[in-house]
């Protein structure tokens, strides 16, 4: 091997440490985010760029968010599905059936199953219904679709 493709395979091999110690992984998203009261589990990848996880807080009180983003646009759909002790409202679950309804979305084609339709149908069911966008790349985009980042801002865990 010449002195010149020797320093392109060890430059490439730099690169490829360089942007892998900075890699997220699917399983690195399920942490606690808010001093072990509230934290994100369960992401999972719906495909075409699309993910979903739960936001989860516990401390006196109870909640269940379930949070859907598109990694390219940034947008994001948020909701709640349980709750308990949280505020004065009275307690609820309804994560089966507002599950059911992203289900019965994400079946269809992804020109139909939007976001702002799904937030339509939830807010049958569900509360604190929303649809954003996002200037931050969430864990699981990251994870899962980090060549759809755009301009957002990178993911990054605490620590790194």
Known sequence: MTRWASYHVLSAIAVFAASSAFAVTASECTRTTHVSHGGEADHVDLGEG??????WWSQEGSATDIVIADCQSGDVLQFRTAEEN?????PFDRTEDAMAIVAQHEKGARVFATLGRMSDDLKKV?????VEVWALEPCACAAFYPGLRGDKEAFRLEGL
């Open 50 to 55: 699309r993910v979903i996880w739960r936001d």
């Open 86 to 90: 949280m505020n004065k409202r009275p």
């Open 126 to 130: 569900a509360r604190d219904v929303s």
